[in-house]
């Protein structure tokens, strides 16, 4: 028998004969299709709710951004730092400043209960107080609708992911903080991060109205370079006036979403897992079926002389072209019914919601490709091998 | 019954494809089962006693404090039986991961207040006598493997003491399990008088994070509830008042539309089960159109034979429904697959039943296509097929 | 043994029958205008080219097939005229099959496979054993009774489906070519069955075939061709 060129034609020429017998079969290809199309579908569903969570957290702080909060603080809720404090850290090495200021803001950082729309229920959203400089410290910030709250007046502006999820965000609508109605004047936008779940204010007159006296719960600053944070955080560390904990802010809203997505990416991979393997089984019976259908022809082409080799190869091909197929119209189906969508998970470590939309990124869709190949690789080895071992004698005979 | 024997015996044809078929059930069960369990840890958090308590806590936020004084002015309205107050601790033991709830509270009170926490009457005396005690939850105390006696190290990352440490020690007197099932037993609690007397002035003291009322008529309990939040209207601190049930749903619901995702997820899973399960069966159906020929030639009527197809697909299911159940059971009573971060987890039998109706109808379905086009069959020409 | 019914002792009356097929949109005519009796307790060989209709003819006096125009009678009941629901109950308690391809259920062993139009009565689990055991045992099977047709051989696999055929103790027993798969011997050996069961039992017996070997056995011989009785010859 000649070599591989000889080899590769019997493979297609034993794959082709399989590939047209498929619409004989139409009820048990289209049956281990779809199972492999829901398993795709599924992963990369669930999965994206993880990516998409981190995508919002990963977009809320550039690399030249830091934060600071209370020594032993793990978040800004349970923080504290007063006035001399702020001071201090905008004032130390590192800061960017302009002929205004350092960039630095000092900050307050509160929940408020409000209904969300789709469960009714009430949940906690974050309320924010900042200072001048905050929005050239978020440098991302950008109102698209109405206008930014006037310094010093009962007002607040809210984030886009916040007008979509909670009720009465509108602008125009009135919100209740502490005794009084506040009205909300604005809508935001902040490059997709966590700033756009939340409602933000003027520090000094949310102060007033949680009777915080001057303290705040942490400052948010602008460095003058990436490379500036290792001097901004030793000046601060060291010095004894404070008891400060400094982070870059990319390093804060990462840490702040592990809790959620390791829950989400757990489950995600177990309830995979679980239907791949039902899927395994699924392949493996329309394989034996579509091997048993061909008995006397894959003999025929034995005798004939075809080498068993050429058999495995040429059904497990198979059975991963039908994987593929199942698995593309997985992941369009998932990138279509969950990407860009809408929704808000609260996040455990401040207690309150973080709005986000669902993410399919090409990695995701890559890995449902990938199980797809597997379970259809999986299901097409048994049958491949069973095939091969047949007995042509017998399987000639066989009716 | 005697046509038992025909049916097992059909099922026990194409074996491979139908321990293959049977397979994919189990697991199809195996993951409702698991998403039960996600369910009720998520969402599950509520007692049978909770249909008489309300949870009162300050109306615009939840992270802001109420006085302690109000808890007087509670007991005196018409409908409470009971009132006592918990706060949030935020504690840390170690490592940020080992998260576990921790609240300071009015031992005798708090224990009145929550029957379905079980503690020996000998540790209770410990608790009363020791102002440094904690009881924590079995769940938690087996974790760190805990003992009586042993002290334990607590970082707050909200209350400091007088001297300005956020580290608390507390001793361990005792331990409480739970009374149900459903009880959350991973908790810690610590005395309030301790806690007060300790925390550094000017810092929320004599406040405290929420009340627990229990109702003399729990079926008055949405009046009572109004009746609260009317006596701390225009107070510097208004509250909101509601039953314990839509409390814990709303931090459930916080987390998002839980039942709606883990539905989602079992449509489609039971959709492919379908499609594979369904086809198996059409297969066996079309392979057997001479047989089932036969059967008519010799007289089966065509309810019989449609009889016959459907309880073949019924016994798979069925099969393949229980097994998957039992495995199901049997891992979620190993425990959290989270490693800690649901508090709690295992599947009710409630949805254990469902499933096995599930299984049924799982059956009646996947068979009725092929079943009804057995019975269809023209006799003369299903013979003529072979 | 079966009654002689009122009309001259003939158990089986077709008459003016006429059986139509539509394929599509044509309309094949495979039965003109037929007219036969058969007396209970003849053996009748129905012979004929492929395609002359015969095994329609079979199907129609078994109750599988209703005629396009005519009526069937079988011991004095209109066949053509029973509902569906009605048929199977008849077949079950008047007719025995007996096929080419011996049809026996593959999943079954030899007992269970002839037990199967026992079933469909009210007998009990031991009556039925009995019945089972005594069928077997007639056709010379008893110590096959445990085995599944694949572990038989052509000729044993139609004898159980003799014996599966007379379980019920059926008024007829139709048999469609019983020897057109088997060899010399075994067709023989079936044949030998058969008369038996007709001279010995009095059992009434139809049986299409082309084989005239087999059509010597039988006691009458009709021909059929396109559709039509030609010529009868007595054996």
């Not at chain 1, 550039?62 to 004032?91: C, F, H, K, Q, Y």
């Not at chain 3, 003799?162 to 020897?179: H, K, M, Y």
Request: glycine content about 10%; some cysteine; charged content about 20%.
């Amino acid at each position: 028998m000649a070599g591989p060129a000889n080899w590769i034609s019997q493979i297609a020429a034993v794959t082709k004969f399989g590939l047209l017998s498929m619409p004989q079969r139409r009820g048990s290809v289209s049956a281990a299709a779809f199972g492999i199309a829901g398993v795709v579908a599924v992963l990369v569903g669930v999965l994206s709710i993880a990516a998409g969570f981190r995508n919002a957290m990963s977009a809320s702080g550039s690399p030249d951004a830091a934060l600071v909060l209370r020594s032993g603080a793990d978040s800004e809720m349970v923080s504290g730092l007063g006035r001399p404090s702020t001071r201090i850290i905008a004032d130390a090495p590192g800061v960017a400043r302009t002929a205004a200021g350092p960039l630095a803001s000092a900050e307050l950082f509160v929940i408020i209960s409000l209904p969300k729309i789709s469960t009714g229920s009430d949940v906690n959203v974050p309320l924010r107080g900042v200072e001048r400089a905050a929005l050239l410290v978020r440098d991302k910030m950008k109102i698209v609708d109405g206008r930014m709250f006037d310094w010093g007046k009962n007002e607040v502006i809210v984030g886009l992911g916040a007008a979509r999820e909670f009720s009465g965000l509108r602008v125009g609508d009135r919100i209740k903080v502490g005794r009084y109605d506040w009205p909300v004047v604005g809508v935001f936008t902040a490059g997709g991060g966590a700033a756009e779940s939340e409602i933000w204010s003027d520090a000094a007159v949310l102060q007033a109205a949680y009777n915080r006296g001057d303290s705040f719960q942490s400052v948010y600053v602008r460095l003058k370079s990436p490379d500036s944070f290792n001097a901004f955080k030793d000046a601060l560390t060291t010095d004894p006036r404070l008891s400060a904990e400094v982070m870059r802010q990319t390093d804060y809203f990462a840490d702040q979403s592990t809790a959620v997505t390791k829950l989400i990416t757990t489950l995600g991979y177990l309830i995979a897992s679980l239907m791949a393997v039902g899927a395994v089984f699924g392949a493996l019976n329309t394989m034996y079926s579509s091997v048993s259908a061909r008995t006397r022809e894959i003999a025929t082409l034995r005798a004939l002389g075809f080498g068993s080799g050429a058999v495995v190869v040429s059904v497990m091909l198979e059975s991963v072209v039908l994987a593929l197929l199942g698995g593309a119209i997985g992941a369009v189906l998932s990138y279509v019914v969950f990407n860009g969508f809408h929704t808000a998970t609260m996040n455990w470590q401040s207690f309150s919601q973080i709005t986000f939309s669902l993410a399919v990124t090409p990695q995701l869709l890559v890995q449902g490709v990938v199980w797809a190949t597997l379970i259809g690789a999986i299901g097409g080895l048994f049958p491949a091998i069973r095939a091969a071992r047949q007995p042509i004698a017998a399987a000639l005979r066989e009716l | 019954m005697k046509f038992a024997y025909l049916i097992w015996s059909n099922l026990r044809r194409k074996k491979t494809r139908t321990v293959l078929t049977l397979l994919s059930i189990v697991v199809a069960f195996i993951l409702f089962g698991f998403l039960s369990a996600i369910k009720q840890a998520l969402t599950g958090g509520v007692v049978l006693e909770g249909a008489n308590r309300l949870i009162v806590r300050h109306k615009v936020s939840i992270i802001q404090l109420l006085p302690q004084s109000y808890q007087q002015r509670m007991q005196r309205i018409a409908g409470v039986a009971a009132a006592t107050h918990q706060t949030w601790f935020g504690g840390i033991y170690q490592d940020p991961k080992n998260f576990f709830m921790q609240t300071p509270v009015v031992p005798e009170e708090f224990l009145d207040m929550h029957p379905e926490f079980v503690v020996p009457a000998d540790q209770r005396k410990a608790w009363l006598e020791t102002r440094t005690g904690a009881i924590v939850g079995r769940k938690t105390a087996e974790r760190f493997n805990w003992k009586i006696g042993d002290k334990v190290p607590i970082k707050s990352t909200i209350w400091s003491q007088k001297d300005g440490s956020f580290l608390w020690t507390f001793d361990v007197v005792g331990f409480y399990d739970g009374r149900d099932k459903n009880t959350d037993t991973t908790a810690l609690f610590f005395r309030y008088d301790y806690f007060d007397e300790a925390r550094r002035p000017g810092w929320g003291k004599g406040q405290v994070g929420w009340y627990t009322i229990r109702v003399t008529d729990p079926s008055r309990a949405a009046e009572v509830a109004k009746l609260v939040d009317a006596e701390f209207e225009n107070s510097s601190a208004e509250t909101k008042t509601e039953p314990e049930g839509a409390f814990v749903q709303s931090w459930a619901n916080q987390i998002g539309d839980i039942a709606l995702i883990t539905a989602s997820i079992l449509g489609a899973v039971f959709f492919t089960i379908l499609l594979v399960t369904g086809n198996t069966i059409s297969q066996s159906v079309r392979e057997r159109t001479g047989e089932l020929g036969v059967l008519k030639a010799i007289g089966f009527t065509n309810a019989q034979v449609l009889g016959l197809v459907l309880a073949e697909s019924c016994l798979l299911a069925l099969l393949g429904g229980i097994v998957g159940l039992g495995l199901a059971w049997f891992l979620t009573s190993r425990g959290d697959p989270t490693g800690g971060l649901l508090p709690l987890f295992f599947f009710p039998v409630h949805d254990v039943l469902i499933g096995v109706g599930l299984s049924l109808v799982l059956g009646l379905v996947t068979g009725l296509f092929p079943a009804l086009q057995a019975m269809r069959l023209r006799v003369a020409e299903a013979l003529r097929r072979i | 043994m079966s009654e002689p019914s009122g009309n001259g002792g003939a158990l089986v009356i077709v008459d003016g029958v006429e059986k139509v097929f539509h394929r599509g949109s044509e309309d094949i005519e495979v039965l003109k205008d037929l007219h036969l009796k058969v007396p209970a307790g003849e053996f009748l060989a129905l012979m004929g080219p492929s395609g002359s209709g015969k095994s329609t003819l079979l199907n129609l006096i078994g109750g599988l097939d209703r005629p396009t125009r005519g009526t069937v009678s079988i011991a004095g009941e209109r066949v053509d005229e029973l509902s569906d629901r009605r048929l199977a109950a008849w077949r079950a308690r008047h007719i025995g099959f007996v096929f080419q391809l011996y049809n026996l259920l593959p999943v079954l062993t030899a007992e269970r496979n002839v037990e199967l139009p026992l079933l469909l009565t009210h007998l009990s689990k031991a009556e039925r054993r009995q019945h089972v055991a005594a069928a077997l045992e007639m056709v010379g099977l008893s110590q096959r009774a445990h085995h599944y047709p694949r572990q038989l051989s052509g000729g044993e696999q139609q004898r159980v489906g003799i014996a599966r055929g007379i379980v019920t103790d059926p008024t007829l027993l139709l048999c469609d070519e019983p020897t057109g798969d088997l060899d010399r011997k075994a067709g023989d050996e079936v044949l030998n069955l058969l008369q038996a069961l007709n001279r010995e039992h009095g059992k009434t017996i139809i049986m299409v075939t082309h084989d005239p070997h087999a059509s010597a056995r039988a006691s009458r011989t009709v021909y059929l061709n396109k559709g039509q009785l030609t010529n009868e010859q007595m054996a």
